[in-house]
């Protein structure tokens, strides 16, 4: 069994920067595509921002292109969104995720591990 915790959160302001980062347990982290997500209450879970299990190919939301950044260590596990200049739509409770396949997915049913999700307000 895999598990992901998310650290990092916290209430931020316009235009303020955070990283999160998201540890893996286990022994397959370096053959798993992994992902961020983030939900508002009332709304569906949706894609941030996915890279490839070496860290070769990532992908982004479109609002989030050129502010956000994904990257991951393999060596220890873990996988980064480094989030600069964020704005009060980047709100919301964030979900690292994982899946064993080489490609990265935008729907949240192709992901098998979920972390538990920290929050991130962004105050105006």
């Known amino acids: 069994q895999v598990q992901l915790v998310e650290s990092g959160g916290g209430l931020v302001q316009t235009g303020d920067s955070l990283r999160l980062s998201c540890t893996a347990s286990?022994?397959?982290?370096?053959?798993?595509?992994m992902g961020w997500f983030r939900q508002v209450a009332g709304k569906e879970r949706e894609f941030v921002a996915g890279?490839?299990?070496?860290?070769?190919?990532?992908d982004y939301r479109e609002s989030v292109k050129g502010r956000f950044a994904i990257s991951r260590d393999n060596a220890k596990n873990t996988v980064y969104l480094q989030m600069n200049s964020l704005k009060p739509e980047d709100t919301g409770t964030y979900y690292c995720?994982?899946?064993?396949?080489?490609?990265?997915?935008?729907?949240?049913?192709?992901?098998?591990?979920w972390g538990q999700g920290t929050q991130v307000p962004v105050s105006s």
């Open positions: 890279i490839s299990p070496r860290g070769v190919s990532t």
């Open positions: 286990g022994s397959t982290f370096a053959t798993a595509s």
């Open positions: 995720t994982g899946r064993n396949f080489l490609a990265v997915m935008k729907r949240p049913t192709s992901y098998a591990y």
